[in-house]
């Protein structure tokens, strides 16, 4: 699905990173589909229960301001 969608809208999978706060749609998509993830600790699972599992995002912040901040310094 990841493969179709980079195609339409001419990406690759380096340009891309999967963003979400459910762990097991989200994120698990983007580390299944081989992309970046960023999950934003603030909605359906905490860094807690993240951080307990065997795949883990790439980045993880507490919400997507701190993203915004993070990239701009």
Same mark, same amino acid.
Not at 50 to 56: G, R
């Given at each position: 699905?990841? /493969?179709?969608?980079? /195609?339409?809208?001419?990406? *690759?999978?380096? /340009?891309?990173?999967?963003?979400? /706060?459910?762990?097991? *749609?989200?994120?698990?998509?983007?580390?299944?589909?081989?992309?970046?993830?960023?999950?934003?600790?603030?909605?359906?699972?905490? &860094?807690?229960?993240?951080?307990?599992?065997?795949?883990? &995002? *790439?980045?993880?912040?507490?919400?997507?301001?701190?993203?915004?901040?993070?990239?701009?310094?």
């Amino acid at each position: 699905m990841i /493969d179709i969608a980079l /195609d339409m809208i001419g990406l *690759t999978k380096e /340009d891309v990173v999967m963003v979400g /706060d459910n762990y097991h *749609t989200d994120i698990l998509f983007g580390i299944n589909g081989g992309i970046r993830t960023l999950h934003v600790n603030s909605g359906v699972h905490g &860094p807690a229960f993240v951080q307990e599992q065997e795949k883990l &995002p *790439t980045y993880m912040v507490e919400s997507l301001n701190e993203w915004k901040h993070e990239k701009k310094g």
